[in-house]
């Protein structure tokens, strides 16, 4: 589901953003806890790990791991390079770690128990390969307790040079379950050519409704 873009979100300002420096290319973060239960296709997770190359994801034996740069199409078969129970807010082949590339990769939980949030950004991080490290991605994954509501922002998502070879330019925006059965897609971008700014969508838990808001 589409919803309005925020650049900033208050809730952000509510804690201290936490740094994690990717120092090779394509590979995983340790495990971070999320910091409150999230429910994931029926499934409850309090720990994740995240992929520089635009993910996240609750598989906690992907950590440390190599991560596969190239994004496919979903749903897609399991394995440790593509890990299943995964969120990619753009999946794509980001490298922060060169001397030639910018940008960082943070996470923060933030609020009060039981509406605290996750939020996982990427912050100005250069596209892969020194030719298009000058395109950036900004972009912010929010996890929402209790409502286990799903938010991807992207502030900007840009056409890399003409001459970066596909899989920089490829993208895929979408989450997926323990199979392939469990999976959704935003329209137009399952591994296509998206560049993007000012959007974010809404991957919304299905079951019971309760009654409660979310407001900025």
Do not use: H
Request: net charge negative.
């Amino acid at each position: 589901t589409t919803i309005p873009f925020v650049a900033s979100l208050p809730c952000e300002t509510g804690g201290v953003a936490s740094s994690w420096g990717a120092t090779a290319d394509d590979y995983a973060s340790p495990v971070f806890p999320i910091g409150f239960n999230f429910c994931f296709y029926g499934v409850t997770y309090n720990n994740f790990v995240i992929s520089p190359n635009g993910f996240m994801t609750f598989t906690s034996s992907f950590a440390d791991d190599y991560s596969s740069y190239d994004a496919v199409t979903l749903p897609l078969n399991n394995t440790i390079q593509r890990p299943p129970n995964s969120i990619y807010g753009a999946w794509m082949d980001i490298d922060v770690s060169q001397s030639f590339s910018t940008g960082t990769i943070t996470y923060e939980t933030v609020g009060s128990a039981p509406f605290r949030a996750l939020i996982v950004k990427w912050n100005n991080c250069s596209y892969f390969g020194q030719v298009c490290a000058s395109a950036k991605l900004n972009m912010k994954i929010v996890l929402y307790e209790t409502s286990n509501i799903i938010d991807i922002y992207i502030g900007s998502k840009p056409s890399p040079n003409p001459t970066c070879p596909n899989y920089v330019k490829i993208a895929t925006q979408g989450i997926q379950g323990n199979n392939s059965t469990q999976f959704a897609v935003t329209p137009g971008r399952n591994a296509t050519i998206w560049p993007i700014s000012n959007d974010a969508v809404r991957f919304s838990p299905s079951g019971v409704n309760y009654p409660f808001t979310v407001t900025w």
